[in-house]
């Protein structure tokens, strides 16, 4: 017979999912009488898709409640179930698959950067500071907000590792591979040269 389920993995691994299913792009956006976030743009309910409302005051809203998602998944599963038992960094993946994957929205959500860094910063904010100053760096240097995102993904693993937090840096490799993946169409764009810049009115 299969084994039983693991309720003590399960348990915050689906209210991390629950938390970060929450489509809060969306929600601003339609409560702003915008309409549908998917309709525009890259058809994103992350950040910069909303930015594309010309309202960065909702965009910055959608920043700040994703990356929130992360965060308080992490820190209510560290609550709720112990800080010494990794928890909180199953609950922090949760969040991200709830925000990438939505139940609610046929499984189409974001790209999951905002609620990377949520989940990043309780874990240790001086990595947290320094992907944020890898993304900045490469969105400064080269305009790309994807090509920024996808060195964070590469860089957050290896220096969570080198400073002494490998079960993070496993967990952040598996969060890591899955928004590369889902960068997948930025990632064909940037080869083919065919990338918009930030700032682009037709930014993806």
């Known amino acids: 017979m299969p084994d039983p389920i693991n ?13 970060g299913s929450i489509p809060f792009g969306l929600i601003f956006t339609r409560l702003a009488g915008l309409g549908d976030v998917r309709e525009i743009g890259s058809g994103n309910i992350g950040a910069t898709n909303v930015l594309r409302t010309g309202k960065k005051s909702l965009a910055m809203a959608t ?16 609550f709720f179930f112990g800080m010494e038992t990794n928890m909180g960094l199953l609950a922090g993946l949760g969040a991200f698959l709830g925000h990438c994957f939505p139940v609610w929205l046929r499984f189409r959500g974001g790209k999951g950067v905002a609620v990377y860094f949520g989940i990043l910063a309780p874990v240790s904010l001086k990595i947290a500071l320094i992907a944020a100053s890898v993304w900045l760096a490469v969105a400064a240097i080269s305009r790309y907000s994807s090509l920024a995102s996808l060195m964070v993904a590469i860089v957050t693993p290896v220096s969570l590792y080198l400073f002494g937090f490998p079960q993070a840096a496993e967990i952040f490799l598996t969060i890591s591979l899955i928004m590369v993946i889902k960068h997948h169409s930025n990632i064909r764009r940037l080869i083919n040269r065919q990338e918009n810049r930030i700032g682009g009115s037709n930014s993806r």
Do not use: V
């Open 7 to 19: 309720w003590s993995l399960a348990l915050p691994l689906f209210l991390g999912y629950l938390i």
């Open 63 to 78: 920043l700040a409640a994703d990356m929130l998602k992360g965060t308080f998944a992490y820190m209510i599963a560290e």
